[in-house]
C-alpha cells in the first residue's frame, strides 16, 4: 500500500518536477544555428558561478598552503603576485567552463585576438614593468634601502611596488624609476654586495713637489675623518703625470654611500688646508705658447 502511494510522487519528480528545473536552467539567450550555436542560460551561468566560486576557495587554500612558512615581508611579496597569477586562471576557468557547456571558444579567441593584440601592444611597456616588478620580488636583486644610481641620480630605495620603485635622492626628492629600467638598462648598485663602498678624492699638484710628502698629507687628510673606516686602510695611488700637474688620489671605505658627497667635502677641506700649511702648490692649467719671428729674408720677400 505504501509502495503504490510513493510511486507517483517519484513519477511527478522524475517527470514533471526535473523537467521544470530544465527548462528554467535553460532558459537564456541563444543565438546560431547548429554547431556554431551559443546558448548564454541561467544553467551555465549557475555552473560558472560556482566554478569560481570552488577556483577561489581552491586559491585561497594554496595560498595559505605556500605562505605558512613565509615570513612577513616575503609573504607580502608573494601575495602581491599570486594576485596577478589569479586573475590568468580566473579567465582559464571561464573559457574551460564555456567548453565544457558545448560553447566554442575558438570563435571567441578569434574574435578577440586582434583586440588583445592591440591591447598588448598597447601597454606593452606596462608588462615589462610588471614582469620586471616580479622577477625583482622574487630574486630580491633590488632591496628596500639600497643606493642605486640611474641616468646619473643617486638614490636610496624606500618602496618597491609592480610597476616603479621609488628611491629618495640626496636632495629630498623622489626618483621614481619604472621597473623595466632593472632589466634593460645598466643600473650601478652601490650596496648589492656589501654596505661599504671604495670611494676616491683626487688631486693634483704642481711638478717639482715632494711626492712622498703628498703622499704623507692625503692620507693624513682621511685619517679620523668622520665616515671614513679604518679597515680596510685608505692608501694613494700616483695616478698620471697630466699636462699641467702630478695626479694623485687617495682612496678610503665608506659606510654610507649615501652621504658621500659631504664626506668628501670634507676631505678636500682638509687637502687644501694640509698643502698650504707644507708649501704644496696645487697648480692651474697651463698652456705654453711659443711664437716664431719671421727671418730677414722672410722680411725681405715680403718687402719686395
Partial sequence: MAQDK??????????????????VLNMGLHLGEGENAIHVTLGLLLVLTLAL??????????????????????KLKFVTIFKYIKYVIYVAVVLLTMSAAGIDITLLI????????GVGLALQELFQDIIAGILILVDKSLRVGDIVEVDGKVGKVFEI?????????????????????????????????????????RVGVAYGSDVDLVTRLLLASVEDQ????????????????????????????????????????????RIDRLFREHKVTIPFPQRDVHFYGHTPLEVRRQGD
Fill in 6 to 23: 510513493i510511486q507517483p510522487v517519484k513519477e511527478f519528480i522524475e517527470k514533471d518536477l526535473w523537467a521544470e528545473v530544465r527548462e
Fill in 53 to 74: 566560486v570552488g577556483t577561489a576557495l581552491l586559491l585561497r587554500w594554496l595560498r595559505r598552503l605556500l605562505t605558512r612558512k613565509m615570513v612577513q615581508e616575503d
Fill in 110 to 117: 578569434t574574435a578577440s585576438a586582434a583586440l588583445f593584440v
Fill in 161 to 201: 611596488k609592480l610597476r616603479s620603485t621609488r628611491a629618495l635622492t640626496r636632495d629630498d626628492k623622489v626618483l621614481v624609476i619604472p621597473n623595466h629600467k632593472f632589466l634593460s638598462e645598466v643600473i650601478y648598485n652601490y650596496t648589492q654586495n656589501r654596505r661599504t663602498t671604495r670611494e676616491a678624492v
Fill in 226 to 269: 668622520k665616515g671614513v673606516l679604518k679597515n680596510p686602510k685608505p692608501f694613494v695611488l700616483f695616478d698620471d703625470f697630466g699636462d699641467s700637474a702630478l695626479l694623485f688620489s687617495v682612496h678610503f671605505h665608506i659606510s654610507d654611500s649615501f652621504t658621500d658627497p659631504r664626506t668628501k667635502s670634507e676631505i678636500r677641506y
